[in-house]
């Protein structure tokens, strides 16, 4: 006979977590978040936004290869992109577009919305601060040479095709790229081991940017990053300020209402919020 407790037996088992455990779970960690020290929420965010950032390197190295046809260099480029998110939900960090799930805490009532807001600012400011910090260890390494400069070309061309797109474009593709976010961090909240949080993070990640979606944290690397490599010279022409600030705007509003909305806000409804018989 085991002298393990039930509880303790069932926290042992490898099943994955079922939707309505899922849900209970999301309001347990939205709690931890919006209870977080402001301090170490800020440094935890920094990591998030040096996290994406790598994933963003690795898809570029992928990108500079132009042997490679659309679909075998958007399917790889977004198997390898994945390592950003991994390593946020293994490792452990603070990601603004995952950290949009906080509505499902804010619905129950755990925390007020406003602590939800201001966590989110928060957490944005500090993913900010990552991705620029990592431009610049990046430009420091010389990244954009590698391939003889062909990762500098892809770094300009990427930041080129993001400066330019429409508004209501970049804000459509942030919204259906967050739904695949949120869903891939809702996925990893069902597992119980590292390797099932790998596995719960790779097809999202690998469908929003095959897809060609639209991911603010990592477009607070790519444009940046971008834009220096066309400074030093890579590429044709430049990555203008405005197209900068037009996408991470657009991409973030788009963002939030993938995230918050079509995730977070729906599997309350469905599993958490109680209806009258």
Known sequence: MSSLEPEEIAALRPDALAPAQIAAKAVTVGKGKATMPAAQAFVSAILAGIFIGLGASFMLVVKADTKLGFAASSVLGGFVFSLGLYLVVTAGAELFTGNNLM???????????????????????????????????????????????????????????????????????????????????????????????????????????????????????????????????????????????????????????GGALLVGVVYWFVYLKKHEA
């Open 103 to 257: 509505v499902i805490g804010a619905l129950q009532k755990e925390y007020s919305p406003a602590q939800m807001l201001s966590r989110w600012v928060l957490v944005y400011l500090g993913n900010l601060v990552g991705s620029l910090i990592l431009v610049a260890l990046m430009a420091g390494a010389d990244f954009a040479g590698l391939g003889s400069g062909a990762v500098g070309e892809a770094m300009v061309r990427v930041a080129q095709g993001k400066a330019t797109l429409a508004f209501g474009t970049a804000f459509f593709r942030g919204v259906l790229c967050n739904m695949l976010v949120c869903l891939a961090v809702w996925c990893s909240f069902a597992t119980r081991t590292v390797v099932d949080k790998l596995f719960s993070v790779v097809t999202p990640v690998m469908a929003f940017v095959a897809c060609g979606f639209e991911h603010c944290v990592a477009n607070m690397f790519f444009l940046p990053m971008g834009a220096v490599a066309a400074a030093a010279g890579y590429g044709e022409g430049g990555v203008a300020l405005q197209g900068i600030a037009a996408n991470l705007c657009a991409s973030t509003l788009g963002n939030i209402v």
